[in-house]
């Protein structure tokens, strides 16, 4: 187990486009995941993008369903998620907004509208393809967390005003807040 430092915006690792993992998955890679999921439990995640730990790779873990509070030692696992060279293949018409956060964008938040629904195609922590359906919260979540690896944070779906904003309080945010980071339900 370890927790690895998260890379906040501006970071250039953050705006590229990570590589796809080649050859399977690896026990090195497992290793990252691991990493990955510990890091994002510490620091109240519900997603975590390896670019976030600044390895550009296309990889990422999920928990929506976990409970309880870390800090205060009540935490429990929901169901952790697992995903490699993931792929979107569908998505609905509908759409759904949700006030998102994000670990590597640290106290700031804002409406993003995305579809309600999607279809993933993925390797999972063993290296077997699979293809799932999701909605609602993973929905957001899983296309949160597939933007970090295109290089896009959810403030580039924001207009230039509002992202430009959100950047100029997070940087007072960043000073006043070094040790700490965000609540709960951060992409
Ligand atoms: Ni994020």
Avoid at 4 to 12: E, N, S, W
């Amino acid at each position: 187990m370890a927790i690895l430092p998260i890379y906040v915006a501006p970071h250039p690792v953050l705006k590229k486009i990570a590589d796809a993992v080649e050859g399977g998955v690896t026990d090195e890679h497992r290793k990252l995941m691991d990493d990955m999921l510990d890091t994002m439990y510490a620091t109240h995640g519900i997603g975590l993008a390896a670019p976030q730990v600044g390895e550009s790779l296309r990889i990422l873990v999920l928990d929506v369903a976990q409970k309880g509070d870390i800090d205060e030692g009540t935490h429990e696992k929901g169901t952790p998620m697992f995903f490699v060279n993931p792929e979107i293949t569908w998505t609905s018409d509908e759409q759904n907004i949700y006030n998102e956060g994000c670990l590597s964008v640290p106290g700031q938040y804002a409406e993003v509208e995305r579809p309600e629904k999607c279809r993933v195609k993925f390797l999972d922590y063993d290296g077997n393809e699979q293809e799932v359906e999701m909605e609602g919260l993973l929905a957001t979540c899983i296309q949160h967390e597939m933007d970090h690896l295109n290089g896009i944070l959810f403030i580039d779906h924001l207009s230039t005003l509002k992202r430009d904003m959100l950047m100029r309080k997070l940087k007072k945010w960043t000073k006043m807040n070094a040790d700490d980071i965000a609540e709960t339900h951060v992409l």
